[in-house]
Nanobody
């Protein structure tokens, strides 16, 4: 069984930076894709950024391009989400999820649909990010 733990959330002012961590354990196999999703108050959960464990190709939602950066430290079984120039609209609970499917449709598809139509293999409990104006 996969175990996923997120950390790094907090309360910051607009323009500040945070780095979220997602540590994955409990599997002898690397996930095909690891992703960050978020759910803002009153909004549906959406994909933020995802990364392929095979070639490290990343995918970013348009709203975070140029501000967020995803990376994978395989030695630590940890995926990071560096969030720079945070905005109030980034306020949300951020969730880490993994896709272990051998038939993974790819990082872009997983990130676009992992919060909706595509079933991820496992989810963390989330970490809260609050950005004040």
């Amino acid at each position: 069984e996969v175990h996923i733990v997120e950390s790094g959330g907090g309360v910051v002012q607009a323009g500040s930076a945070l780095r979220l961590s997602c540590t994955v354990s409990g599997s002898t196999f690397d996930p095909a894709v690891i992703g960050w999703f978020r759910q803002a108050p009153g909004k549906e959960r959406e994909g933020v950024s995802c990364i392929s464990s095979i070639d490290a190709v990343g995918f970013y939602a348009d709203s975070v391009k140029g501000r967020f950066s995803i990376s994978n430290d395989k030695a630590k079984n940890t995926v990071y989400l560096q969030m720079n120039n945070l905005k109030p609209e980034d306020t949300a609970v951020y969730y880490c999820a993994v896709d272990y499917s051998g038939e993974s449709p790819g990082v872009g598809y997983v990130c676009r649909f992992g919060a909706n139509y595509y079933a991820m293999s496992g989810w963390g409990k989330g970490t809260l990010v609050t950005v004040s104006s």
